[in-house]
């Protein structure tokens, strides 16, 4: 168990709309990662945020977002969701920005 | 930008021998960091070993051991007396040791599937 903790597990929904999955860093860690694991795109980076600010924007889409708040724990917004948003979603942390990053159990997105 | 390649798509070895896992990287930064984390079915990231480039000497964790070739950009793992419970994807990764904005994020190979026989 890596300390992070990432909800929901499973998520099924159909494409449109929207929804928002959730993070908890583990204790004492300010930095947070969003990557994405798809079958044609790998493991990419998507965003981060460190102690509540965005420090870095990777691949991520305009239809997407997040945000860090004050408690530390971190959401990723997905919306106007399409067939190819399927994808297992990670959150990782670290104690500062540069440091290892532990990941979370991750999010699966099925998009119907 | 950076790239990692980790050129064996499956790999299998017989359970209790050693097998090597590859992994070869792009960067003309001269201070980073290269981690190599599991994936097993359940689909959990799991750190397995980490290796700073200024490092000369290589990381160990128990069975598992890197040989880090930095003048060749090359960072394979050896798992020793392979275990059923070692069946997992293996991911190598880059990190850039400069904190800059946009520099700390992880850039992932596209991984190796490894198979233990019984």
């Known amino acids: 168990d890596s300390g992070v903790t990432q909800t929901p597990k499973h998520l099924i929904t159909a494409t449109g709309q929207r929804v928002t999955l959730r993070c908890s860093p583990r204790s004492g860690d300010l930095s947070v990662y969003w990557y994405q694991q798809s079958l044609d795109q790998g493991l990419q980076f998507l965003i981060q945020y460190y102690n509540g600010e965005e420090r870095a924007k990777g691949n991520i889409l305009e239809r997407f977002s997040a945000q860090q708040f004050p408690d530390l724990h971190s959401e990723l917004n997905l919306s106007s969701l399409e067939l190819g948003d399927s994808a297992l979603y990670f959150c990782?942390?670290?104690?500062?920005?540069?440091?290892?990053?532990?990941f979370g159990p991750g999010t699966r997105l099925t998009v119907l | 930008a950076q790239t990692v390649t980790q050129s064996q798509p499956e790999m299998s070895v017989q359970e209790a021998e050693t097998v090597t896992l590859s992994c070869t990287y792009d960067?003309?930064?001269?201070?980073?960091?290269l981690f190599w984390y599991k994936q097993p079915p359940s689909r959990q990231m799991i750190l397995v070993i980490r290796q700073e480039a200024y490092k000369q000497q290589n990381a160990t964790e128990n069975r598992f051991s890197v040989n880090f070739q930095k003048a060749a950009k090359s960072f394979s793992l050896k798992i020793s007396d392979s275990q059923l419970g070692d069946a997992a994807m293996y991911f190598c990764a880059y990190r850039s040791a400069t904190s800059n904005f946009g520099n700390e994020k992880l850039t992932f190979g596209t991984g190796t599937r490894l198979t233990i026989i019984p």
């Open positions: 960067t003309s930064e001269s201070d980073y960091y």
């Open positions: 990782a942390s670290s104690v500062a920005a540069p440091d290892t990053q532990y």
